[in-house]
């Protein structure tokens, strides 16, 4: 199984770019990166995905090492509703498991 | 537009009571899954369905059953509850594999004494 690494807890101020990152060394060709992140006392809400290429949403960019073997999330402009605790995750290949790490706690201070 | 509804959203059982969390979807996903979460930890994997007919462990599926009962609905039952399942336990439906994005229910509160 693909596994994630992330750091345990960032901080930010507000209005400035935050990069959230996640190490995925053990990925395969075929495994999409997959960002969710859980506000406090709510279920986890999708935020992007991607699988070589860098991608962009209304809500964060993707960014994707050329080895695929990280990537970072990007928040352009945090703000205080943005703190949060964010997960990478890499669906199990062969399988259907969709397994969370234990995320990053970000921070927003104002 | 409803999307993932969990039943209920909180209980207290005693300990060696049973109970069954109850979740359904209707976006036509096939994927369906059961995670709990402790304070202050991430989400673990209890069970999965992959489609209907299918159920898999995860992570943590000891002293948990489940039930895909038909696409829409996946149910967790707990046959005897210990206080170390106190926990939250969300229900998520998911698409296609590799690049659909899974929806959450709002979670049960579960409370064993």
């Known amino acids: 199984d693909a596994k994630t690494t992330q750091p345990n807890s960032m901080e930010s101020n507000e209005e400035e770019p935050v990069h959230l990152p996640c190490n995925h060394s053990t990925i395969s060709g075929t495994d999409y990166i997959h960002w969710y992140r859980q506000l406090p006392s709510q279920g986890p809400e999708y935020v992007i995905h991607?699988?070589?290429s860098n991608v962009n949403n209304r809500m964060a960019s993707l960014a994707i090492a050329e080895d695929r073997k990280s990537s970072t999330l990007i928040l352009h402009r945090a703000t205080l509703r943005d703190a949060a605790v964010y997960y990478c995750i890499l669906p199990t290949s062969g399988t259907y498991k969709y397994i969370f790490g234990t995320g990053t706690r970000l921070k927003v201070l104002a | 537009n409803a999307g993932v509804t969990q039943t209920p959203k909180f209980q207290v059982l005693k300990t060696g009571q049973s109970m069954t969390l109850q979740c359904a979807q209707d976006m036509n996903h096939n994927s369906m899954y059961w995670y709990r979460q402790d304070p202050g930890m991430g989400l673990r994997l209890i069970y999965y369905?992959?489609?209907?007919?299918t159920t898999d462990k995860g992570e943590v599926p000891n002293g948990y059953n489940v039930s895909r009962l038909n696409k829409r609905e996946f149910s967790l039952r707990l046959e005897s509850a210990a206080p170390s399942q106190t926990s939250v336990y969300f229900c998520?439906?998911?698409?296609?594999w590799g690049e659909g994005e899974a929806f959450f229910g709002q979670g049960t509160r579960l409370t064993v004494v």
């Open positions: 998520a439906s998911k698409g296609s």
């Open positions: 369905s992959a489609s209907e007919g």
């Open positions: 991607g699988l070589t």
